[in-house]
């Protein structure tokens, strides 16, 4: 089973700029498709974007699409979220998962290995 953890939120002005890390450990990476989930207080965790185990194939909730950009390094066994042009609905844990197969999914439900999560909040 992998772990995985995330890290580089934080508090940042609506209009920029943050780049979120899941490092892996336990198993590589490079073995899981991999996503990022979002939970704002009061609301059901939601799904921002996946990668393919292989990084070719990518998928973005309509919210995100053309501002959040998912990468992953293998070979440093981890995958990154870069936000872009951030907004205050932005606001929320976000958190990285690891998924057993080799194509990103939006459910939750698929994956099998969580991180703690990291706050990310964007003022107006």
């Known amino acids: 089973q992998v772990q995985v953890v995330e890290s580089g939120g934080g508090l940042v002005q609506a209009g920029g700029s943050l780049r979120l890390s899941c490092a892996a450990s336990?198993?590589?990476?490079?073995?899981?498709?991999m996503g990022w989930f979002r939970q704002a207080p009061g609301k059901e965790r939601e799904f921002v974007a996946s990668?393919?185990?292989?990084?070719?194939?990518?998928d973005y909730a309509d919210s995100v699409k053309g501002r959040f950009t998912i990468n992953r390094d293998n070979a440093k066994n981890t995958v990154y979220l870069q936000m872009n042009s951030l907004k205050p609905e932005d606001t929320a844990v976000y958190y990285c998962?690891?998924?057993?197969?080799?194509?990103?999914?939006?459910?939750?439900?698929?994956?099998?290995?969580w991180g703690q999560g990291t706050q990310v909040t964007v003022s107006s």
């Open positions: 998962a690891a998924r057993s197969s080799s194509l990103p999914s939006r459910y939750t439900w698929q994956y099998t290995s």
């Open positions: 336990g198993r590589t990476v490079s073995s899981y498709a």
């Open positions: 990668i393919s185990r292989s990084g070719g194939t990518t």
